[in-house]
């Protein structure tokens, strides 16, 4: 009884310091370990490295990396394969945003009433984003191939050479690629707002006489503004990051480095030539390319 | 109820000699051009996978028009033989098992225990770290490439083996947040009913929470399959052994081979495709609500 009471007297203070289910530390140790080593450390270790000159070498071999300061950044601004790369990027937002946002508006809009079938849309929507890059690939690669199903379809207009090994098609056969497979997801975007925008707008503008139409611009489009702005910051994204598609669609960047992206840089750079402080400083200028777009998103479309 | 009341306003302000029918034909034609809008869509989305299959299933896939309808006599097999003989579909497709089940492991059993820790548990400290999280997870993957790949292939010596492929998607933070929410829903009642009747926390979770938890394990699960399974990059990355590579990495890599030699590898590549979508194809069509509501959950919150 005597030994009791300072025990518990302690246990209080330790509950009054830590909470009253300290074991909560340890419930989300595990998660909190998984993030500090493949999040934040990677993250800090990738602005260290950006510095460097830094390459691979055998565990335990001890070898000088030289102190660069800023010259991988430096390099990178000036390297013509990057620039090609953000021009690629803005080739794929430029077709792939609008695209996205107004058919996967459109698309939710009509699958938002009672209308037979509407289980099945939603699934036939939703199948190509949760197939894998690789099978979907797959299917592109097949159906505009030069002797192709989109070719033969095309028959004359089919462009001289084919799409994905011409240089003024392939980004853009790119960029409807990843319109094409990301769709679904951003159509229950949109189903999921369109749930809070109030019924009574849309009598309202009914009684004022206003068409089907008209009231889709009047009352859906303003009423989804904030699906809007995460659709299209997750489009870009998206954009900043794909890889598979000039890796296997149009077979290495090609043709021509004509469909390089920044992550594929980062791979050849990084991992095939044993540059990773220049890759480092590419993924560190696109991430802040990125923050800064979102930013300029953020501000045009939740000003007023 | 409104509604009907705007309808009968107007049905009252049109001539009297045509009461019902306009109203009725308008009401009949909004769906037909949904409808339409919506079947396009739909062509353009499974039409593919359709051709996909179909084509898979010729010997010599045939590219013309007629190709995408063919006689069903003449499908066979031997494009999925082929592929097996060049991509061994039984291993890729147990390493890609593998894969997913270490990343459903850690997710269910470490997710868990940090979902429920940061909804019902109170520590200090508990908000910041939930909005630490949450700060973290805005880093984007393609920053973190080039470290994670130093980290775990060079430094640790993790390359070509499982726990390296796994480490780096081991615990889905989107899953975490699926827990978090389910277990923020649980009434703290029922969690200080079971503390005053003096049973400890580990007896809490699982006595109380493990057996209500079922539908949350499930969508955790669902999200969670799909990311291990359809992953190429980081697989790619880290595997230069063959008896590692799950099935999306070794049919990329037979894409990105063979494609140059063959004359019409499609048949082969699309036999590849159709066995590496179709499980997750069968699983969407299996818990097709659970998918959709995930996703929107996961979406919204960003």
């Not at chain 1, 797959?138 to 240089?167: R, T």
């Not at chain 1, 021509?256 to 920044?262: A, L, W």
């Not at chain 1, 220049?278 to 560190?284: Q, V, W």
């Not at chain 2, 640790?156 to 975490?176: E, K």
Request: positive net charge.
């Amino acid at each position: 009884m005597a030994a009791a009471v300072p025990a518990r007297a302690s246990r209080t203070r330790l509950r009054s310091l830590l909470g009253a289910q300290p074991i909560g530390y340890l419930f989300a140790a595990p998660f909190v370990l998984f993030l500090v080593g493949i999040y934040a450390y990677p993250f800090f270790y990738a602005i260290y490295m950006s510095f460097f000159d830094y390459f691979f070498s055998a565990p335990g071999a001890e070898v000088v990396r030289p102190f660069v300061g800023l010259a991988n950044y430096a390099r990178v601004l000036q390297d013509p394969l990057f620039h090609l790369a953000i021009r690629n990027v803005v080739i794929f937002l430029v077709i792939n945003v609008p695209l996205t946002v107004a058919i996967s508006m459109v698309l939710a809009t009509a699958l938002n009433a009672a209308i037979p079938l509407r289980t099945f849309f939603r699934a036939a929507y939703y199948i190509p984003y949760i197939t894998a890059s690789v099978a979907a690939v797959g299917i592109w690669l097949w159906l505009f191939s030069g002797f192709g199903l989109v070719d033969k379809i095309l028959g004359p207009l089919a462009p001289n050479p084919s799409f994905l090994i011409n240089g003024l098609w392939a980004m853009p056969i790119i960029a409807l690629y990843v319109t094409w497979k990301g769709l679904g997801f951003y159509i229950l975007v949109y189903l999921a707002a369109l749930q809070t925008i109030p019924k009574e707008l849309y009598e309202a503008s009914k009684v004022d006489g206003a068409s089907p139409v008209s009231s889709f611009f009047a009352v859906t489009v303003p009423g989804l503004r904030p699906a809007t702005l995460l659709v299209v910051i997750t489009a870009v994204i998206t954009g900043a990051n794909f890889f598979t598609e000039p890796y296997l669609l149009t077979g290495g960047g090609g043709p021509d480095n004509q469909s390089v992206s920044p992550v594929f840089l980062i791979y050849r750079f990084g991992i095939e030539q044993n540059h990773p402080g220049y890759a480092a400083a590419i993924g560190l200028l696109l991430a802040i390319g990125v923050l800064i777009v979102s930013g300029i998103n953020r501000f045009v479309l939740e000003r007023d | 109820m409104a509604s009907a009341t705007t309808e009968m306003t107007v049905a009252r302000a049109r001539p009297v000699e045509t009461p019902g029918p306009p109203e009725q034909q308008k009401k009949r034609s909004v769906p037909w051009l949904r409808l339409i809008a919506l079947f396009i869509g739909a062509l353009v989305f499974v039409f593919p996978f359709y051709y996909m299959v179909v084509s898979a299933l010729q010997r010599n896939p045939n590219p013309n028009i007629s190709g995408a309808f063919p006689n069903p006599a003449s499908l066979s097999l031997d494009n999925f033989v082929a592929i097996n003989s060049s991509i061994n579909l039984v291993r890729t497709l147990l390493n890609s098992g593998f894969f997913t089940g270490g990343v459903l492991l850690g997710t269910l059993v470490f997710g868990g225990l940090a979902g429920y820790a940061l909804a019902q548990l109170h520590f200090r400290g508990r908000q910041a770290l939930f909005y630490t999280l949450i700060l973290l997870l805005v880093l984007p993957f393609q920053l973190l490439m080039i470290p994670l790949y130093v980290l775990i292939a060079r430094n640790f010596g993790l390359g070509d083996t499982l726990l390296g492929m796994i480490l780096p998607f081991a615990i889905n933070p989107t899953a975490v947040f699926i827990f978090r929410q389910f277990f923020m829903q649980l009434p703290s009642e029922m969690f200080e009913a079971a503390r005053i009747d003096g049973a400890s926390e580990l007896k809490i979770l699982t006595r109380v929470v493990a057996p209500l938890t079922r539908p949350a394990i499930l969508t955790a699960m669902l999200i969670t399959f799909i990311g291990p399974w359809n992953e190429f990059l980081w697989p790619f990355l880290i595997t230069k052994r063959l008896e590692l590579e799950p099935l999306a990495v070794a049919l990329a890599n037979y894409i990105s081979t063979v494609a140059q030699r063959a004359a019409n590898p499609y048949g082969t590549i699309l036999a590849g495709a159709v066995v590496l979508a179709v499980p997750v194809v069968i699983l969407f069509l299996f818990f097709q609500r659970q998918f959709v509501e995930s996703s929107i959950g996961s979406g919204v919150k960003g």
